[in-house]
């Protein structure tokens, strides 16, 4: 495993683990419990298995972006406000209750996210593809916060 994929490894996971410490009770508490949630809200169980894999792909998706070009400077300016969005979310949504809030910070991610997509993919090749499963994801985390902005 080389530096840069370990590197990103790290970074992926803490902002995990951040946004997990923040979240606090997040999905079981009360006020989550009681808010008018989607009909296609995935079960709980799933978010963790889905999240892992997404950092794992996109951990492996920085590090061939590094090594696929030299304009490291804004990569790691984009990566930083990745990282930044990703972690503030829940708990701007679940500690904060915040949900407009939330869906600000999840389409700003989402935009971010699928302009690695488009911007990199000519760079990238093939490679491209370790992206998608968080764009898809970030699609289904947005709809879901805004239909609980728009019904409760």
Do not use: E, R
């Not at 946004?19 to 995935?42: C, E, M, R």
């Not at 304009?71 to 701007?92: C, D, E, F, G």
């Amino acid at each position: 495993m080389n530096k840069k994929l370990t590197l990103f490894l790290i970074l992926n996971f803490t902002a995990l683990f951040i946004a997990g410490i923040f979240t606090g009770d997040g999905v079981p508490s009360n006020w989550y419990q009681h808010l008018n949630k989607a009909p296609w809200t995935p079960p709980g169980w799933l978010f963790g298995i889905a999240w892992t894999f997404i950092m794992i792909c996109f951990a492996y998706y920085m590090s061939y972006l590094f090594q696929s070009t030299k304009k490291t400077q804004k990569i790691i300016i984009l990566y930083s406000l990745q990282w930044l969005l990703n972690s503030l979310w829940a708990p701007v949504y679940f500690y904060y209750h915040n949900i407009l809030g939330g869906l600000m910070i999840i389409i700003s991610l989402l935009l971010l996210i699928i302009f690695f997509f488009v911007y990199y993919k000519q760079a990238l090749g093939f490679k491209s593809i370790l992206i998608v499963p968080y764009v898809i994801w970030m699609f289904i985390a947005t709809s879901l916060n805004l239909y609980t902005f728009l019904y409760n």
